[in-house]
């Protein structure tokens, strides 16, 4: 199976500050990369798919980037909205998902 | 407006069964793959099980294979997972996502169910 290494595990930030998580594969899936936010008590929500895609609404303040086994994941101008956590999920195996452990990100 | 609403969780004793419900609205359920993803307190999201939207292919995570069964009323525009011999590994709160087909990104989610598994 594929593993997805994510982290930071938690960080803390400002409003106005830009962050970056980082989620490593243990073998190339390509561009089969996908960002979550999950906010507690309501639905995850897709953010970023095929590694840097935004979905549908998402604002332009988050990005992602990468291929291969190395990706990056960026909020720029942080939010007080965007207290939650992220969670990296891989795609590229047809028959299982994986997702990376998550990164709780608290704004100060 | 896609809407997810998933019932059917509650508390049961190891062993047991409990069969979860995922109504959907606002898009044309047979269109699309369906899912559960759960998880456990304190820890991450597991993918679980997909049902795909065309030619009903299912598909289960290593660890539900032979326990857990999906299954999806088109009619009714409502996916189940039936989970049989229960674990408290089990214990988790079950999403149940949509995607366009199977292994593609989970574009909506529900807002979940508690599944606790305990004596």
């Known amino acids: 199976d594929i593993q997805m290494t994510q982290s930071p595990s938690s960080l803390s930030a400002s409003v106005g500050d830009r962050v970056t998580i980082t989620c490593q594969a243990t073998?190339?899936?390509?561009?089969?990369l996908n960002w979550y936010q999950e906010k507690p008590g309501k639905a995850p929500k897709l953010l970023v798919y095929?590694?840097?895609k935004l979905a549908t609404g998402v604002p332009s303040r988050f990005s992602g980037g990468g291929s291969g086994t190395h990706f990056t994941f960026t909020i720029t101008s942080l939010q007080p909205e965007d207290s939650a956590t992220y969670y990296c999920?891989?795609?590229?195996?047809?028959?299982?998902?994986?997702f990376g452990q998550g990164t709780k990100l608290e704004i100060k | 407006e896609v809407q997810l609403l998933e019932s059917g969780g509650g508390l049961v004793q190891p062993g047991g069964s409990l069969r979860l419900s995922c109504a959907a609205s606002g898009f044309s359920f047979s269109d699309y793959a369906m899912s559960w993803i759960r998880q456990a307190p304190g820890k991450g999201l597991e993918w679980v099980s997909a049902?795909?939207?065309?030619?009903?292919?299912?598909f289960y995570a290593d660890s539900v294979k032979g326990r857990f069964t999906i299954s999806r009323d088109n009619s009714k525009d409502t996916l189940f997972l039936q989970m049989n011999s229960l674990k408290a590994e089990d214990t988790a709160i079950y999403y149940c996502a949509r995607s366009a087909v199977v292994a593609t990104p989970f574009d909506y989610w529900g807002q979940g169910t508690l599944v606790t598994v305990s004596s």
């Open positions: 999920q891989q795609y590229d195996n047809l028959l299982f998902y994986t």
């Open positions: 073998r190339d899936i390509r561009n089969f």
């Open positions: 049902f795909s939207g065309t030619g009903g292919g299912t």
């Open positions: 095929d590694a840097s």
